[in-house]
């Protein structure tokens, strides 16, 4: 981000670098229980990005020392491939995947009925396999659907969408190209039913009336996003009741 480059993002026409339009998504699919040993899986391919999100628990937290006598305790890992860039990137955690796997924690914490869980913790292992900006939304959209999927009581969906500034407009959903050189990436989640903002991150500098625009976009972004998640889970479960049923 904000690396300054000649490099045009945006065209005459108004089209960006991919060729979609200021407030178009890119393209969106959601598979669920695509593993079978998780209580609950997801893949998402998200543009250019496919993350794998993993569900296991709720089980006893350990070491017991780490239990939290009230509630459950939420243990996201966000976790980059070497293969997922275009540069290896060293494997293991590093300060990003450790801030985006807090991030994420917390996120889903908000959703979860952790208080029906006592001493118990719920781990999301988020992989990214292929990486094209907006990982971290995409990882936690994936998840949310995983969670439901493991039959993990939650008070709603998580959701989220990314818009930032490139070449000085307003953009949703950024790709690579417009993440490293833009302006401003703006990540947004929230709880589609109640409206609450679940994670909120801004890297770069954007005005009011620009957040406000950003904002706009990613919350009419996020019912598309909401809407597919649901679809997914449908598709699945309906799917699983007429093999039952034969
Ligand atoms: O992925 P997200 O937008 O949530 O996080 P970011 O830190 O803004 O990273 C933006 C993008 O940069 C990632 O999605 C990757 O495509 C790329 N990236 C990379 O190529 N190598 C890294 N070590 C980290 C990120």
């Not at 670098?17 to 393209?27: A, M, T, V, Y």
């Not at 070491?63 to 070497?82: G, L, S």
């Not at 801030?99 to 029906?116: D, G, H």
């Not at 949703?172 to 609450?196: H, T, V, W, Y």
Request: with cysteine.
């Amino acid at each position: 981000m904000g690396t300054e480059s000649n490099i045009k993002l945006i065209d005459e026409k108004g089209l960006r670098i991919d060729g979609r339009s200021p407030e178009e998504l890119r393209p969106i699919k959601i598979e669920v229980d695509v593993l079978n040993r998780a209580d609950g899986s997801a893949l998402i391919e998200w543009g250019g990005n496919k993350i794998l999100a993993a569900v296991y628990g709720p089980r006893e937290a350990y070491p017991k020392h780490n239990q939290d006598i009230n509630k459950a305790i939420v243990k996201a890992r966000y976790n980059m491939e070497a293969y997922s860039v275009d540069e290896r990137k060293r494997p293991g955690p590093d300060r990003r995947s450790m801030e985006i796997s807090k991030v994420l924690s917390e996120a889903l914490e908000t959703a979860i009925m952790v208080e029906q869980f006592p001493r118990a913790q719920i781990d999301v292992f988020i992989e990214v396999m292929q990486a094209d900006a907006g990982t971290r939304i995409a990882g936690l959209t994936a998840a949310s659907v995983a969670l439901a999927a493991a039959g993990i009581p939650m008070r709603d969906f998580v959701a989220g969408c990314t818009a930032g500034k490139v070449d000085g407009q307003i953009v949703l959903d950024l790709c690579k190209e417009e993440d490293n050189f833009g302006q401003a990436d703006l990540p947004i989640a929230i709880m589609p039913r109640s409206g609450r903002i679940v994670l909120l991150q801004m890297d770069g500098d954007l005005t009011v009336e620009e957040v406000e625009k950003a904002t706009g976009m990613i919350m009419g972004a996020i019912k598309k996003i909401a809407e597919l998640q649901r679809n997914a889970l449908l598709t699945k479960f309906s799917a699983v009741e007429t093999e039952g049923g034969e």
